[in-house]
């Protein structure tokens, strides 16, 4: 069972268009954290939200932690090729960082 | 400032065999950790090391992995007998001390692929 679930895992998109990952869980996080991975590299961190019901932009990515710090949100607005990765959630929990499966973002020129 | 340094990057093994992967974190790094990333999911943590010592150990298969971090600096880990299901990424990470309680950041490697024939 996965304590963190990612939704889609796979979302194949035109540059330009929008999208939404989500990140949800039944527990609660005292933060959570998005991750970029490309092939043959580590998770490079994008951003931290602490705070329930936070935003954080990132240029044209926008992270949202829920009000109840269960689940959040990452938003690309006029996606572009270079956004192409895996994208991780993980969530702090006593001291330890629980990941998400992933989404595997494909943006197609 | 250099990164976290893996090595080797990948490895193919048959079945029963062993295989060693070596981790160097950023300099003054205090904390260290392993991970096993398998094909489509996310990482999950082996061991996290507190300069030389162990502070969680609790999903690393004991029966057959082990790792070491002698002097508190790079760090090893290791398989034997490796398994099939043991294919995977295997990621190192390290962090600073911390600051604001839940703001960590850790830095990952590249990663070793392993892959178990």
């Known amino acids: 069972t996965q304590l963190l679930e990612q939704s889609p895992q796979f979302l194949s998109i035109q540059e330009g268009e929008n999208l939404t990952v989500y990140c949800n869980s039944s527990?609660?996080?005292?933060?959570l954290q998005w991750y970029r991975q490309e092939p043959g590299e580590g998770p490079v961190l994008l951003v931290t939200?602490?705070?329930?019901?936070e935003v954080k932009k990132l240029k044209r990515l926008t992270f949202q932690f829920g009000d109840a710090r269960k689940d959040s949100s990452l938003h690309i607005t006029a996606a572009q090729p270079g956004d192409t990765g895996l994208y991780l959630c993980?969530?702090?929990?006593?001291?330890?960082?629980?990941f998400g499966q992933g989404t595997r973002l494909t943006i197609n020129p | 400032e250099a990164g976290v340094a893996q090595s080797p990057r990948y490895k193919i093994i048959e079945k029963r065999q062993s295989v060693a992967f070596w981790c160097n974190p950023i300099?003054?790094?205090?904390?260290l950790y392993w991970y096993q990333q398998i094909l489509g999911q996310g990482p999950k943590l082996l061991i996290q090391f507190q300069n030389n010592g162990v502070v969680d150990d609790s999903q690393l298969p004991k029966d057959r992995f082990s790792a070491e971090r002698l002097k508190g600096v790079d760090s090893t880990l290791k398989i034997q007998p490796a398994k099939l299901e043991d294919s995977a990424v295997y990621l190192c990470a390290s962090r600073p001390t911390s600051g604001r309680a839940g703001t960590d950041t850790q830095y990952f490697g590249p990663g070793t692929r392993l892959t178990v024939l």
């Open positions: 993980a969530g702090r929990r006593a001291q330890k960082l629980v």
């Open positions: 939200v602490v705070t329930g019901g």
């Open positions: 527990s609660v996080f005292s933060s």
């Open positions: 300099s003054g790094h205090a904390t």
